[in-house]
């Protein structure tokens, strides 16, 4: 099966020309591993080198630091792809989120060693917010970086983080003004190699079998000031103004999944048989993948408005939660019908939709919860 482009119009002859190598890439070394990677909870770590050499990592780092200079339509196309396929690499959050914080708040020295390495895969990256005590309430973090001479101590533990285990840098949010709220929220690049640096385990999840999810531990970890990313006590600022892109790559993937599920409930039904006809002859089973056919057809619509906005700096946050929340509520909607649609053959593993589904449920609750894109979209009103 492969997505249907033919109709966008958020791309280009370049990006289809993209989307081409990354089907031949997926399809050599993704595609045929990926049971593999959901049995053994990762994806191989030469996977990230692989996809760093055939020029999949980090599209909008600029030329002058290793990267292609792409715009934002070529990692849509990753997620798009990745989505599709069903696989859950976590190299989008690499590419999608960590990349794009170097380039727009890093030192250039940050930026001359980091990003050709992120462009390469040399350095899988994480970035961490969320705390055991604090996810959507972000201000309510406890990780501590506390000045120290030319130094920051850092002390405190993060949860859920996606390329835990595999990251070997990761941008820590913490406090390095514990008395403030956002104001004391501040950036700061750790290595993995550090002292006071511990990953937990990788954490047993419902889904996103072959994402590694961590625990990470820092406790007397030093790190030098040069380490900030950006200004000190700017960190809740950033992350208000880099959430919009990870909302939007979050969107294309779901949007992609949705899209999948449906092809997968199209084919099923068609092929299988009840009470002498096809499943899919069935009223119910027509109106059920149209009306998703007809949301999907919106969707599509939907995130060209949305990616095309955004290549052009125009998208806001509260747009970009409206297309996260939209389009991962359709994903959930998606998956679920479709397997509903397979009947008992959609709960065994041995059919892609069980994997979507269960990689589904996830999607309206990682880069904020539903209830925080409603409050976002809320407060704009
Ligand atoms: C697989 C996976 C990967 C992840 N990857 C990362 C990562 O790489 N980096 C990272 O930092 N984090 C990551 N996360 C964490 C994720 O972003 C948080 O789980 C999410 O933001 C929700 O925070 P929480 O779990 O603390 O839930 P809580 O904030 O405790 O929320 C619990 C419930 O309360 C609701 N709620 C909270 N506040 C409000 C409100 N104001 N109004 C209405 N309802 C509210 C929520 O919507 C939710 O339903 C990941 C999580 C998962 C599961």
Not at 292 to 313: C, Y
Request: aromatic share 10%; charged share 25%.
């Amino acid at each position: 099966m492969m997505l249907d482009t033919s109709r966008r119009t958020a791309f280009g002859p370049e990006h289809e020309q993209f989307r081409d190598s990354v089907r031949r890439f997926f399809a050599r070394e993704l595609e045929p591993h990926i049971d593999r990677w959901e049995g053994a909870g990762i994806i191989d770590r030469e996977f990230w080198t692989k996809a760093g050499a055939a020029g999949l990592l980090c599209p909008t780092v600029p030329e002058e630091y290793g990267g292609p200079g792409l715009d934002f339509g070529f990692n849509a196309v990753i997620d798009e792809e990745l989505g599709y396929i069903g696989s859950t690499a976590g190299i989008s959050l690499h590419s999608d989120i960590v990349a794009d914080y170097l380039v727009a708040y890093g030192s250039e020295e940050q930026k001359q060693h980091w990003l050709p390495r992120m462009v390469s895969g040399e350095t899988p990256t994480a970035i961490a917010m969320t705390e055991p005590g604090a996810g959507s309430d972000l201000q309510g973090i406890r990780t501590s970086a506390i000045r120290d001479g030319n130094h920051y101590m850092l002390n405190g533990s993060k949860t859920y983080i996606t390329n835990g285990q595999h990251a070997e840098l990761v941008i820590v949010v913490a406090k390095t003004d514990p008395k403030e709220g956002a104001k004391g929220v501040s950036l700061i690049l750790v290595e993995a190699d550090r002292e006071g640096y511990a990953r937990g385990r990788n954490l047993d999840k419902i889904g996103f079998h072959s994402q590694d999810t961590s625990e990470l531990f820092f406790s007397d970890l030093r790190v030098p000031i040069t380490n900030c990313l950006g200004s000190e006590g700017q960190g809740f600022a950033y992350l208000m103004n880099q959430l919009p892109q990870e909302r939007l790559s979050i969107a294309a993937s779901a949007q992609a999944v949705a899209q999948r599920a449906l092809d997968e409930a199209v084919s099923f039904t068609k092929g299988r048989k009840a009470f002498g006809r096809p499943i899919f002859e069935f009223q119910n089973s027509k109106f059920t993948l149209a009306d998703l056919a007809t949301k999907l057809q919106v969707g599509w619509a939907h995130l060209d408005w949305a990616i095309t906005r955004h290549k052009a700096g125009a998208l806001t946050a509260a747009e970009a939660s409206a297309a996260k929340l939209w389009h991962t509520e359709l994903q959930w909607e998606a998956c679920d019908a479709s397997l509903q649609l397979h009947g008992g053959a959609g709960y065994m593993n041995e059919y892609p939709i069980a994997r979507l589904w269960r990689d589904a449920r996830v999607t309206r609750i990682f880069g904020g919860t539903s209830e925080i894109m409603k409050e976002v979209v809320g407060r704009s009103l």
